[in-house]
């Protein structure tokens, strides 16, 4: 099982989910400067950041969220068939977040809790497991 985070994209601020978005981490790692050197020859020179997460994309948050219950939908980031992934330093992962998939009249009974972000690809921001995460994702400001 692999957890869901919210992560800075780079212009994220301490509320609101615009520049952010929900990526699920499938490793943390770190790597020496030596070994970086080797494998990223550009990055030579480079302080890289000290632990890394490999994590799979969801899609960035829309302008607003949806009308009849007010959570964020958020679905799988794919291109040619392929999931969109990245590597990001850990330091850029805001908080763990918490996703509702976003059912259809009848879940199939396969669901677990274990597979279900991998059987199905759209989801709604949960905004109410905690207060902090109520005034990161809540429209109400």
Known sequence: R?????VNT????????????VAQVRVVFSITQKAAATVLPR???VELPSHLAYVEWFSRFGAAPE????????KRSIKNGEGLA??????????STHLLPKFEPV??????????LDQYSTFFVNPFTDRH?????????
């Open 107 to 116: 879940a199939p009974p396969e669901w677990t809790s274990s597979n279900v």
């Open 2 to 6: 692999f957890d869901t985070v919210l």
């Open 86 to 95: 990245s590597i990001v330093p850990v330091l850029s992962i805001r908080r």
């Open 10 to 21: 780079g212009t994220g601020d301490l509320t609101g989910v615009q520049g952010h978005r």
């Open 133 to 141: 995460a109520y005034t990161t994702v809540s429209i109400l400001k």
């Open 67 to 74: 009308p009849s219950h007010l959570l964020y939908k958020v």
């Open 43 to 45: 990055a030579r020179g």
